[in-house]
């Protein structure tokens, strides 16, 4: 192996900043603050590989990994000049993961490592301080104890939430001496309790069973969950960081806290965080006491602050981003103990980008790449609709922007189970932890009764861009019970609440939401600076005129998706259209679309006139005519009832008869007996024709271009409503732009056939109408042999665009709409890295992509060609179709932002790869 234990301090370090594939970020962070001289304690880092070859030896740690970490432990204990296990001036350890790209409270952290009865004794003669001592041992046992040893954490905790209800305080640090010294002692019979072994007094052994359970911790359940969601490799591992400790809990001089250089929540330019004195960096982050601001810290400690302050200012400078931050203050005296961008939400991501572009610190193409598409999707949230009643209950800390109502779940598992019903959950706990991840991603929205705004629950919330409200201390939570106290009203389990995560209100009752409105000068700013370096197009999917004008206002440069078949549910067409589908001769069906051919001229007409100047890739109908009737099995329930109906309807009448029924009520009866007797002689019909439409495998079926060879009647009334509503707009001073393109193409012939089909009805149009307009003709890409014959079907084609979610299912030989049933199940074995219905198969469909692009371009050169399936709008999928050579990439309304960056962003890694 190569180097394995990389050490930092005295103002040197081995590694530095560029090294968080082999270091994590929290070693890459310590050593790069170690050689731009700020006060780190001095420590170590073993590889993320050591991590892997723990699991490869079968989670044991080979002798050179542990030879390494001896040495550099030697060399700690001479720089620092104390030493682990010493009966005086004892060495004291954290030992904390760190992966190359954050997972914050994802993996495991011991601190006070070092501790036994010998060297706690020693700590609290040296420190005389003997409360402080005893704090650190109990904390040190806890979290060895639940960490490394695996004793549940609710034993710990309960035991200390006893003490303190007998001592009569509601806080640790009001605890006594004495009471820490039972609690010390009650810990250790604990873990002896479950464990069956004493608690380890040897130090190095200590450091041992930490080391390796940080490593062991990469694949703990929350760890694979939060990776998962956030699509981050398994293969990556992590680190582990060896640090001498410094003490927060030193007194009422010393303390811990977070922060960051900028607000994460809104951006704003000003040192943001929050700390605790007399406290450990865990109690800031576990939200089991309620810290101060920063701006406090001012007053408490004003030298502090300022050398605080300073440093901030340094590592945003160094980094050229907003930083998070961690320190300690022991004794008066400042620690930096972690930096790293910080986690922010998209509002601020926007407004951080523009200002330290303004301020010089970065220039245009850093700002682009600082925002992620994920920032854009946060604004994407729902807002409550303005002007409804509100019945504020509490007024918490609005730890994460936006706006959520949900149905109450108290636990991780139930919020997961009632997230597959139809409505939202919102998850109330006393305070989160990493274990409640997975509930966390499937919220609407969190509210914690107790943290701050760098607590767990912030933290996370504000990186998923989820709505969170946290320490709201006028909350009382019974987990146990599952009921929220709040406001004078007791809620349970599955009641409606709702959020305002930017002030703060926890309000009564289900509010209505609604799509935010982008914007702003930061955001127009933003996207100026985007669309400086975006070459890739950027149009959108959308059949409807309200969905294409909010398309353009984000940005889109066209339509490159109308889907026809959507127009044809209407329920003022949906009759119209199953007439055509039911008739048996061409007369009967050329009447029927003549009568859709009004609706679907309208419905282009407004689309031209919203997408007024830019392209409109209009699809003729695709999907199979049986999804236009209604279910099979649901019309032979229906025919079945009626027919069990009239089969009782003479004993109807017999019995009204001889009850002496008057003939009016008689005259009633028989005609709604004919009216029931026509309705099930028009199901009879439609269960025939469901019958005959009847296919094993519609999506592989009579569908797409086949239906048009099949009946060239639709394929006509569709063009002429596309011809005839470009023509009519044009009278009104707008200026269409139609393209028609013909979907499910196999072959080159499929294509000919249809065009000729389109060109004889468009230029029948022309002649009646005595003017032309210009109109493109092209095909949908979305089957294997489609790509392996590009260069033939480019002949007849205008353009190409690639259908990636059929082209994705034909490749893969699996449905979309059933491939859930084991995608997970072939995520969690590592068959598949991702869902390639969500990102792009770069190896399979890629390559059939680029297959394609070759070919069609060889044929004609100039041939525009797009994506217009869902992986228009994923930002990995888009870095591809940059590199593939696509004109463009055309995705749903929402989504036409985040293309935008992604676009942009593909291109400046390309220029930069240059």
Not at 463 to 476: E, K, L, S, Y
Request: hydrophobic share 40%; net charge negative; glycine share 10%.
């Amino acid at each position: 192996m190569e180097q394995i234990a990389w050490f930092f301090g005295n103002g040197e370090a081995d590694g530095d900043g560029s090294m968080k594939a082999s270091l994590g970020g929290k070693g890459a962070g310590l050593a790069e603050m170690t050689r731009a001289g700020l006060p780190v304690p001095p420590g170590f880092t073993l590889t993320t590989e050591s991590c892997f070859a723990f699991f490869d030896a079968g989670q044991r740690c080979p002798d050179a990994i542990d030879t390494a970490m001896r040495t550099a432990l030697a060399k700690l204990e001479k720089v620092h000049g104390r030493y682990l296990g010493a009966r005086k001036r004892p060495l004291l350890l954290s030992v904390r993961s760190g992966a190359s790209i954050s997972m914050p409270g994802m993996m495991d952290t011991v601190l006070n490592l070092g501790l036994n009865d010998v060297t706690a004794a020693a700590l609290e003669a040296e420190s005389g301080n003997t409360w402080y001592a005893r704090d650190c041992y109990r904390r040190f046992l806890q979290m060895f104890g639940d960490v490394v040893l695996e004793v549940p954490a609710a034993r710990f905790s309960a035991r200390l939430e006893a003490m303190k209800a007998q001592a009569g305080v509601q806080s640790d640090t009001d605890l006594s001496a004495h009471d820490l010294r039972v609690l010390v002692a009650d810990f250790k019979e604990i873990i002896r309790e479950v464990t069956g072994s004493p608690f380890p007094q040897d130090a190095l052994t200590q450091l041992r069973m930490a080391r390796d359970a940080v490593f062991r911790s990469w694949f703990n359940v929350r760890a694979k969950a939060y990776r998962s969601i956030h699509h981050i490799s398994e293969q990556l591992g992590t680190a582990v960081n060896v640090q001498a400790m410094v003490f927060g809990n030193n007194g009422w001089r010393s303390g811990s806290g977070v922060g960051f250089t900028r607000d994460p929540s809104t951006g704003d330019n000003k040192l943001y965080g929050e700390y605790l004195l007399n406290a450990q960096g865990e109690d800031v982050v576990a939200g089991t006491r309620t810290p101060q601001p920063l701006a406090q810290l001012e007053t408490d400690m004003p030298k502090v602050h300022k050398q605080l302050a300073e440093i901030a200012a340094t590592l945003e400078s160094h980094y050229k981003d907003v930083q998070d931050f961690e320190f300690t203050i022991e004794d008066d005296k400042l620690f930096m103990l972690q930096t790293r961008a910080g986690k922010r939400t998209g509002q601020a991501a926007i407004r951080i980008a523009c200002d330290l572009h303004e301020e010089g610190v970065i220039d245009a193409a850093g700002a682009v790449m600082l925002v992620q598409p994920e920032h854009i999707e946060q604004l994407l949230h729902q807002v409550f609709i303005p002007g409804q009643q509100r019945t504020v209950l509490a007024k918490g800390l609005p730890a994460s922007p936006g706006a959520a109502t949900g149905r109450l779940a108290f636990t991780s598992e139930d919020a997961v189970t009632r997230s597959g019903g139809d409505d939202p959950v919102i998850l109330v706990r006393v305070e989160t932890s990493p274990e409640d991840i997975a509930g966390m991603h499937v919220a609407a929205g969190i509210l914690t009764a107790r943290g701050g705004m760098t607590s767990h629950a912030a933290v996370v919330a504000r990186q998923m861009g989820t709505c969170c409200i946290a320490g709201c201390d006028q909350a009382h939570v019974d987990v146990v019970a599952e009921t929220l106290e709040v406001g004078g009203r007791k809620l349970q389990a599955g009641d409606w609440l709702s959020l305002d995560g930017t002030s703060g209100e926890v309000i009564a009752g289900r509010l209505q939401l609604r799509d935010p409105d982008l914007g702003g000068p930061y955001f127009d700013r933003f996207m100026g600076l985007v669309d400086q370096f975006r070459s890739l197009g950027v149009r959108t999917n959308a059949d409807q005129p309200e969905d294409v004008r909010r398309a353009r206002e984000f940005g889109a440069e066209g339509v490159g998706l109308c889907r026809t078949e959507h127009m044809f549910f209407d329920p003022d067409r949906l009759p119209v259209v199953q007439h055509m589908i039911m008739s048996v001769d061409n007369l009967a069906r050329e009447a029927a679309l003549a009568e859709l051919l009004p609706f679907q001229r309208a419905d282009f007409e407004a689309i031209f006139e919203a997408m007024d100047g830019l392209p409109c890739t209009i699809r003729l109908l695709d999907p199979p005519l049986h999804e236009f009737l209604p279910r099979r099995q649901d019309l032979l329930s229906e025919v079945a009832s009626l027919e069990r109906g009239m089969r009782h309807r003479d004993n109807v009448l017999t019995f009204l008869e001889l009850n002496d029924a008057s003939e009016e009520t008689l005259a009633g009866v028989r005609e709604a007996m004919e009216r029931a007797e026509d309705n099930l002689a028009g199901r009879r019909a439609l269960l025939r024709r469901a019958e005959t439409l009847h296919e094993q495998n519609p999506m592989l079926g009579h569908r797409g271009c086949r239906l048009g060879i099949s009946f060239p009647g639709i394929t006509r009334m569709q063009t002429r409503a596309i011809v005839e509503a470009a023509l009519n707009v044009r009278a009104k001073g707008i200026d269409p732009v139609p393209e028609i393109m013909i979907p499910l193409v196999g072959s080159v012939a499929e294509l000919q056939h249809q065009r000729a089909v389109v060109e004889k009805e468009a230029e029948q149009v022309f002649a009646e109408r005595g003017e032309r307009i210009d109109l493109a003709i092209g095909t949908m890409i979305e089957l294997p042999r489609a790509c392996v014959v590009a260069g033939e079907i480019a002949e007849a084609a205008d353009f190409f665009s690639f259908g990636t979610n059929d082209l994705t299912q034909t490749t893969f030989g699996f449905s979309r709409d059933d491939a859930g049933g084991f995608t997970a199940d072939y995520k969690r074995l590592g068959v598949f890295d991702e869902d390639p219905f969500a990102h792009l198969d770069q190896k399979g469909v890629g390559a059939l992509v680029e297959h394609a692009v070759k070919q069609g371009r060889t044929t004609k050169e100039a041939l525009k060609i797009g994506i217009c399936g869902e992986h228009g709008g994923d930002p990995k999928s888009i870095a591809f179709c940059m590199a593939a050579g696509l004109d463009y990439v055309s995705c749903s309304p929402f989504r036409v932002p985040v293309a935008r960056i992604a676009a942009a962003q593909a291109s400046i890694a390309l220029q930069n790869q240059g």
